[in-house]
């Protein structure tokens, strides 16, 4: 007997099962290094963006440094403030009543 130089139906699909496979194979390894790829870019932009938001933020509290110092300032000056004319309305107090007094006794005299 010769062998025959056409392929037969069961060696066809055993090749072609092979190649499915083979493709297979390359199509998940394919996938494989387009998630790293996609990592790789989605890792790049958070850094990115993580630089960006910093610079943001570093130059808006320095910008609002000043203003809260400035803030912090009048509210002392205001809590000064109070404690000052309290005092000067005791002060003031004081004197009327000690004012009075003589008043009263240049009046009596």
Not at 22 to 33: G, V
Not at 59 to 64: A, L, V
């Amino acid at each position: 007997m010769t062998k025959s130089n056409f392929v037969t139906t069961e060696e066809l699909k055993k090749q072609l099962e092979a190649l499915e496979e083979r493709l297979d194979e390359k199509l998940k390894m394919y996938l494989k290094i387009a998630r790293l790829d996609t990592t790789i870019i989605v890792n790049q932009a958070v850094d990115k963006l993580t630089k960006v938001v910093a610079t943001f933020t570093d130059k808006t509290i320095t910008r609002f440094d000043p203003l809260l110092e400035e803030l912090e300032t009048r509210r002392e000056d205001r809590i000064i403030a109070t404690k000052d004319t309290y005092e000067i309305k005791q002060r003031l107090d004081n004197l009327e009543n000690r004012t009075t007094k003589v008043e009263k006794l240049q009046h009596v005299s």
